[in-house]
């Protein structure tokens, strides 16, 4: 079994941005590999933080839908987008939780963070409970069609199981609840809870 080392391996000799719009960066690095042979390395940068937040109120979650252009698919999914530097993740999630779907929660928990695919890209998440809920008015962005559905925990669960939801912080949100619902997570991860006040 190989020991675990925890320093760098690569060498990085060149960077080049190759791609840039609004959103990414695309850079490409020329690099030593671990295994000392030449090679290069492409790394998209996200500049925004990735933020999701899942509604939930008596044992139901609300999910919402639309069209996913880069998948060419219809995907359910929690309410999520993107925060800008310099803005709180807490902030930029009142924010979707309200444009997609027209609540407003006076409860909110921090449920985790995570890296989506760290191999390739660098894109932050974090994700919230909304609790406490209060309907109001959707106002999607322009790039958006939204659907709004309420379905029962158990129901989204095995949606996440199933493959009937892919999105990867929807699959995150959803059992990072239901192991803290359920009582499952470890005594030192709950979330924290932070102020519903705007």
């Not at 320093?7 to 850079?27: A, F, K, M, Q």
């Not at 880069?70 to 807490?90: D, R």
Request: charged share 25%.
């Amino acid at each position: 079994m190989r020991q675990e080392q925890t320093g760098n391996p690569w060498r990085t000799l060149g960077s080049r941005r190759v791609y840039e719009n609004p959103w990414i960066s695309v850079r490409e690095d020329s690099v030593v590999r671990p295994d000392g042979e030449p090679g290069i390395y492409g790394v998209v940068h996200y500049k925004n933080t990735a933020v999701g937040v899942l509604p939930a109120e008596d044992d139901h979650v609300y999910l919402v839908g639309q069209y996913r252009y880069p998948l060419g698919c219809y995907s359910w999914e929690i309410p999520e987008g993107g925060c800008p530097e310099g803005e709180e993740p807490l902030e930029a999630a009142r924010r979707e939780l309200r444009e997609e779907t027209g609540l407003e929660a006076e409860s909110w928990q921090r449920l985790g963070e995570a890296y989506l695919s760290n191999s390739v890209a660098d894109e932050h998440a974090v994700w919230f409970l909304a609790t406490d809920l209060v309907p109001g008015e959707q106002r999607p962005e322009g790039t958006e069609v939204i659907g709004v559905r309420r379905v029962p925990l158990r129901e989204a669960l095995a949606m996440a199981m199933d493959g009937r939801i892919t999105d990867a912080l929807s699959v995150l949100a959803l059992t990072t609840y239901a192991l803290d619902r359920y009582g499952v997570s470890p005594p030192s991860s709950g979330g924290r809870s932070v102020s519903g006040a705007g």
